[in-house]
């Protein structure tokens, strides 16, 4: 399977410990996002990476989320002291970014998420 | 900044009907719009996308036509089945993210 895998694919979790969820992209592509979806609502955008270099953060982003991607390769999304508020599914995507005639033309591919519960 | 706004659901029609999922979009230059489908247990898939004004995307009997008039994705399908039941998501890609929709969930009835 060459898609976008996540592990775990569940994870509960205590109030206050820490999680870490790892995305493995499409193996040449350049761009990895991270959004956080919860029940009834679209997909929301936390953060991405073009290459190793993370560019931009939602201000959703609280200071105990943190993100990297080492080498440009695999990606780890990490919560610490979680609270019941950050129970979601965790969503990976990557593309291969490339513009065209100036327009961003990228299609993004995603993975099955990780749950993570907050008890 | 972007955003995407799509019609509510839940939709529920009969196997056969016609579907159509009302979307607009708001945003600065010129985005590529998308519609993604997440069946019952499943992730995110792209179903079709668009990349400028007048575009039709299309797939698995699925069209939407990016209108930048109206600044419209419409998602149509004349015949819907069983196995259509799924989340619908519009999105756009501009400042090089995805920006999502709240998504229609449909149901299809045999």
């Known amino acids: 399977d060459t898609g976008v895998s996540q592990n775990p694919r569940h994870k509960i979790t205590k109030r206050g410990q820490n999680v870490t969820f790892r995305c493995d992209p499409i193996?040449?592509?350049?761009?990895l996002y991270w959004y956080r979806q919860t029940l009834g609502q679209g997909p929301e955008f936390l953060t991405y990476f073009q290459n190793e270099a993370q560019l931009e953060k939602s201000r959703l982003l609280s200071d105990r989320f943190s993100a990297e991607r080492p080498k440009g390769s695999f990606s780890t999304l990490e919560i610490q002291r979680t609270e019941q508020g950050d129970s979601a599914m965790y969503l990976c995507a990557s593309s291969l970014a490339m513009v065209v005639w100036g327009q961003e033309n990228t299609e993004a591919f995603f993975g099955q998420g990780t749950r993570l519960t907050v008890v | 900044g972007n955003s995407v706004t799509q019609m509510e659901g839940p939709v529920t029609l009969s196997e056969e009907a016609f579907l159509t999922i009302n979307c607009t979009y708001t945003a600065t230059g010129y985005p590529s719009l998308f519609w993604y489908v997440q069946y019952p247990g499943e992730g995110l898939q792209l179903l079709l996308k668009?990349?400028?004004?007048?575009d039709k995307g299309s797939n698995k009997g699925f069209e939407a036509t990016y209108r930048k008039e109206t600044t419209s994705f419409h998602l149509e399908k004349g015949s819907v089945q069983v196995s259509d039941s799924a989340v619908y998501f519009c999105a756009l890609m501009g400042d090089y993210k995805l920006s999502f929709g709240a998504g229609t969930t449909v149901t299809v009835r045999a």
């Open positions: 668009a990349t400028k004004a007048d």
């Open positions: 193996s040449e592509h350049n761009r």
